[in-house]
Nanobody
Framework: QVQVVESGGDLVQPGGSLRLSCAAS????????MAWYRQAPGKQRELVAT???????NYANSVKGRFTISRDNSKNTVYLQMNSLKPEDTAVYYC?????????WGQGTQVTVSS
């Protein structure tokens, strides 16, 4: 059984920064893909960024140049550094991992960007 837990969400002013963390635990040997998604009120869940175990990254156009995804394979942890935050970044952020063909989701962490 794999568990995924996010942390780091908070209320931040426009232009500010936050760092989200996501730790996967359980009987895990190696995770190929780790990703961050987000869902704003009244909107569909959207992909924010992905990273493979080899370090290849991909970003949504809306966050390119502002967000950075990284991972620590030894800790089965993925991070999302978010800079220059905008009110439209407000959402619940979810961590997703793909392990042995199955997808696992965390419970989400709230990020609110507001003055």
């Amino acid at each position: 059984q794999v568990q995924v837990v996010e942390s780091g969400g908070d209320l931040v002013q426009p232009g500010g920064s936050l760092r989200l963390s996501c730790a996967a635990s359980g009987s895990i040997f190696s995770i190929y893909l780790m990703a961050w998604y987000r869902q704003a009120p009244g909107k569909q869940r959207e992909l924010v960024a992905t990273i493979t175990n080899g370090g290849n990254t991909n970003y949504a156009n809306s966050v390119k140049g502002r967000f950075t995804i990284s991972r620590d394979n030894s800790k089965n942890t993925v991070y999302l550094q978010m800079n220059s935050l905008k009110p439209e970044d407000t959402a619940v952020y979810y961590c997703n991992i793909v392990y042995r063909g199955s997808a696992y989701w965390g419970q989400g962490t709230q990020v609110t960007v507001s003055s």
